[in-house]
Structures are given as C-alpha cells and as structure tokens.
C-alpha cells in the first residue's frame, strides 16, 4: 500500500546551519508529493509540492525534488533560521476525484536555537 | 487570503459529554476534510465531503462520532459521548476539488480536552 516515512525527530540546529529532513514513499502510480509545515499553535500549511518526477519545489528558502528513482523527497534549506521552527510533514497524494488520498508522514520536529 | 474558519479553538469537557466542532472552508471550495491530530503525530483522516456528501467516513468511529455538511459550505463535526481517547487537535481543511496536485487549506483546528 501507500505510505510515506519521515526521518525522525526532534531535530535540533544552531542559526544558519544546513537542514535536511529525509522522506521516502512507497505509492503505487505517479503520486504528487507535499511537504506541509505546522508553527505552533498554528494549523498545518503548504510549504511546497512536486507533481512529477525531477521536479523541484522550492518556497522560503527550502526545496525539495522528486526523485522517483530513490523515491524520495528530501526537504533542504541551506541556512535556517529560528523562525523555521516547527514542524514538517511529507505527504503524498494519489488517486483523484472521489478515490483521492492523501498520506501523511508523521512528521519531523524542527528547533533552531539562535 | 481567505482562510478556513473553525471554532472553537479550545474546548474542554468531561467525558460521556457532546461536543460539536465547526468549520467554515473558504468560498468555493468544494471538498472538505476533518482530521484529527494526537500530538507527535501525523494526522489522520475522519472524514472527506465532496460538496454535501460524504466520500470517505472509512476511518470514523461512527459509533460516537458524526459529520455533517448540509448545504455544502460549512460543516459540524459531533462526538458524543466524549471519551479520553478523543483527546486531540481537531483539523478541518478545504480545497476546491479534488485533483491530484491539489494543496490542502487548513484552519487552526480545534485542541479537545477531554477530563
């Protein structure tokens, strides 16, 4: 079946460190592939998508690519800040219309110390 | 940006008690979801409509829980009797349809309490 695992947390960095969250799937088809970000106390939000393989998201300074060969989808960014503290989720959706779904990881916990 | 609207954003009750939760997805979006979210978790689909009817209750425990889209705008999600197991972030989300690709809009949810 589908599902997608998230490396996990909690994940710990000084200011402007490099950050790598690692996600891998397992789907069936050519899913499109998410990573969601949750501040706290704050409802989950798109930080960036993929839609096919080799794609590249980017947004905030983060980015993503989807490899279908390694089927990852690995979420980067080259200097964070304390701002980028919370949590990220990798998600990936098959299917549409009424058979859409959508697989969430469990999610990685982010915490930058300034 | 429009956003979608739930209330409340807290509530706390006793067990074997009714509480309702409500969302209010952005105009025009046909497909709404409600998820719950237990902490360090991912979260975990309820229920889907797809304008007032529901496309996917597979993971509802219905005996307790209910979910309701009248007109297919705002929705009320109902859990009676309340147990300490329900204790969680309840997440509502929109979007306009149901394509692949589509982003998922979500409110600030609801944190239940349950004593």
């Known amino acids: 079946g589908n599902s997608v695992t998230q490396m996990e947390g909690p994940v710990t960095l000084s200011e402007e460190a490099f950050l790598t969250i690692n996600c891998t799937y397992t789907?069936?088809?050519?899913?499109?592939l998410f990573w969601y970000v949750q501040y706290p106390g704050e409802g989950l939000q798109l930080l960036l998508k993929?839609?096919?393989a080799d794609d590249k998201g980017s947004n905030k300074g983060f980015e993503a690519t989807y490899r279908k060969e390694t089927t990852s989808f690995h979420l980067e960014k080259g200097s964070v800040q304390v701002s980028d503290s919370a949590v990220y989720f990798c998600a990936l959706s098959t299917g549409a219309g009424n058979n859409r779904k959508l697989i969430w990881g469990l999610g990685t916990s982010l915490a930058v110390n300034p | 940006e429009a956003e979608v609207a739930q209330s409340p954003r807290y509530k706390i009750t006793e067990k074997s008690q009714a509480v309702a939760f409500w969302c209010d997805p952005i105009s025009g979006h046909a497909t709404l979801y409600w998820y719950r979210q237990i902490l360090g978790q991912g979260p975990e689909l309820l229920v889907q409509f797809q304008d007032e009817s529901v496309v996917d209750d597979s993971q509802l425990p219905k005996d307790r829980f209910s979910a309701e889209r009248l007109k297919g705008v705002d929705s009320t999600l109902k859990i009676q009797p309340a147990e300490l197991g329900d204790s969680a972030m309840y997440l509502c989300a929109s979007s306009p349809g149901t394509a692949t690709n589509e982003k998922l809009f979500f409110g600030s949810g609801t944190q239940l309490s349950v004593l």
């Open positions: 993929a839609t096919k």
């Open positions: 789907a069936t088809g050519y899913p499109s």
